[in-house]
């Protein structure tokens, strides 16, 4: 696939060098345009060693001085050239830029010349991403997504932690995360077409008081990365999510919870109209019943907290569930394959996904993931460590091939 990558001049320019090596990885050729505000961020040098090939850095032809790293190819002929554009980060003054159709720059010039998918990734200050003026462009690019294979695709900003030292939404999403939805457009896979997913997603937190909760270290990544996955091959998804900081995928409906309590409301209602579901949540096992009204004070005193169990809301699905599929996760520190077994028996489930939590650099907080399929057969299937989106894939290979074998036994 040949994708040009449009880099616009904001701090998060120097994780476009990452998404050059991503696409490169999954078999794409890179043809890097950085803007002149990128420039100021991000030298064209870093692409053109990781592209293998000269960085569009203007309109015009090179000076002398450029000519190393910079290609004189025109925007027209460039457009003929290309599969799919992808502009990350796509800065408050591209999207504008784009939304109005000026062409004022190389990387404009060829958005307006260029006939097919334009996926774009913004990333700037929360306040800039908020601003009417912003947020009225999205929309105006959204109203021109007209099918998948042409239009624009806008991936949210994920929230945190910015640059400029504010907390919200803003942050570009993992370059591989992007990646794969590039990747995504350009070879679409429709083999989860007419399926509804329910998935769950993230911890839930149980309050103490007014102030506290207990909580657990689940990133809400997994269940993210498998909500996008289904999408991306043609899924209806429900994403019931815990609290995390992820941006969910626009084509997917949302339920936010925090609690246990409200994560098994959110999943008996949606049961009926989905034809599989993927627990994927590190739901609390532990509550308090009664919670405080006031915050709890300090004494001197030792204090114990007395907690009842959360209603395990896999096993009630597991009761209820017909013939759709349904698919637990086990996080376990030991005993893998043994503790899936016994989860996969005594919450019916047609398959649990298991994984090695005190394993480093994998499961909870982590990009990447490695687990264990065990399958009501007696069979298991090892996903090597691999970004959690390729897992993701992985895993919903396995559900298609079992929703296959039952539809074939009905
Ligand atoms: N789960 C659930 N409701 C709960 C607890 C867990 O639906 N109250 C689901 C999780 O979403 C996951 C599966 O059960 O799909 C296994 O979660 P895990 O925490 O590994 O197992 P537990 O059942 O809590 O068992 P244990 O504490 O013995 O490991």
């Known amino acids: 696939m040949r994708v040009a990558l449009g880099v616009g001049g904001g ?12 696409l490169m990885e999954r078999g794409c050729s890179v043809q890097a345009i950085l803007t002149a505000a990128a420039q100021h961020f991000i030298t064209p040098l870093t692409f053109a060693a990781l592209t293998q090939r000269k960085v569009i850095t203007s309109l015009f032809p090179a000076n002398s001085a450029e000519e190393i790293y910079s290609s004189s190819i025109d925007h027209i002929r460039l457009a003929q ?10 800065t408050a003054d591209l999207l504008a830029r784009f939304a109005q159709g000026l062409a004022s720059d190389f990387l404009t010039a060829f958005h307006l010349a260029f006939p097919g998918p334009v996926v774009l990734s913004p990333a700037m200050n929360t306040n800039m991403w908020l601003h009417p003026a912003t947020q009225a462009n999205i929309q105006l690019l959204r109203s021109r997504q007209l099918l998948r294979s042409r239009g624009y695709h806008i991936i949210p ?9 504010t907390t919200g939404a803003g942050r570009l999403p993992d370059p591989i995360r992007i990646a794969q939805h590039v990747i995504d457009i350009g070879h679409p896979r429709r083999d989860l077409d007419g399926e509804t997913m329910l998935i769950t997603a993230g911890p839930t937190q149980e309050s103490l008081d007014p102030v506290r909760f207990i909580s657990n270290r689940s990133s809400g990544k997994m269940g993210y990365s498998l909500a996008e996955a289904a999408i991306a091959r043609g899924a209806k998804v429900v994403l019931v999510s815990g609290p995390v900081p992820l941006a969910a995928p626009p084509e997917a409906e949302l339920i936010r919870v925090r609690t246990a309590l409200e994560m098994r409301d959110a999943v008996l209602a949606n049961l009926p109209c989905s034809t599989v579901i993927i627990k994927s949540a590190a739901v609390a096992d532990y509550h308090l019943e009664n919670v405080p009204d006031q915050k709890v004070k300090k004494t001197a005193m030792r204090m114990s907290i007395e907690l009842s169990p959360t ?36 919450k019916n489930c047609d398959m649990v996904v298991a994984n090695l939590v005190s394993q480093q650099g994998i499961g909870f907080e982590s990009e990447e993931n490695e687990v264990m399929l065990v399958m009501r ?3 298991t299937v090892k996903l090597d460590k691999a970004p959690k989106r390729r897992i993701a894939d992985g895993i919903l290979d396995h559900v298609l091939k079992l ?6 036994t009905h």
Do not use: H, M, W
């Not at 799919?84 to 980060?89: F, G």
């Not at 395990?312 to 893998?336: H, P």
């Open 157 to 165: 900003p994920d929230e945190g932690l910015l640059a400029c030292g």
């Open 81 to 90: 050239e290309t599969d799919i554009l992808v502009v990350a980060p796509a």
């Open 377 to 379: 057969s007696g069979d």
């Open 11 to 22: 701090i998060a320019a120097y994780k476009a060098a990452e998404l050059a090596r991503a």
């Open 403 to 408: 929703g296959l074998a039952l539809r074939e």
């Open 311 to 346: 209603p395990d809301i896999l096993a009630e699905v597991g009761r209820q569930k017909g013939d759709r599929l349904l698919i637990g996760f086990a996080a376990e520190t030991q005993n893998l394959v043994a503790e899936a077994r016994r989860k996969l028996e005594t």
